[in-house]
Nanobody
Framework: QVQLAESGGGLVQAGGSLSLSCAASGSIVSIKTMGWYRQAPGKPREFVATITNGGTTNYVDSVKGRFTISRGNAKNTVYLQMNSLQPEDTGVYYC??????????WGEGTLVTVSS
């Protein structure tokens, strides 16, 4: 089992920046990839970014060039640096981890609100 705990959400004006963190605990060695998803009010949860153990990253087109995903040296922490935030980035951001056996784990989410 893997437990995920996010931190770093909050309120920011359009054009501002926020950094999210997610710490994994439990069976960390089973984790293959970590990443972030978000859910805006009234919309389904959507993929934002992911990073593999080897450091390969992938982003949804709408955040490319503005968001950066990274992992800590111990590989049990994932970060999301969000720059040039826009109101459409508002939502609950969820940390995600996938194990080598394709089991998905989710954090409880952290709210990001971008005001115009």
């Amino acid at each position: 089992q893997v437990q995920l705990a996010e931190s770093g959400g909050g309120l920011v004006q359009a054009g501002g920046s926020l950094s999210l963190s997610c710490a994994a605990s439990g069976s960390i060695v089973s984790i293959k990839t970590m990443g972030w998803y978000r859910q805006a009010p009234g919309k389904p949860r959507e993929f934002v970014a992911t990073i593999t153990n080897g450091g390969t990253t992938n982003y949804v087109d709408s955040v490319k060039g503005r968001f950066t995903i990274s992992r800590g040296n111990a590989k049990n922490t994932v970060y999301l640096q969000m720059n040039s935030l826009q109101p459409e980035d508002t939502g609950v951001y969820y940390c995600h981890a996938r194990s080598f056996s394709w089991v998905d784990y989710w954090g409880e989410g952290t709210l990001v609100t971008v005001s115009s």
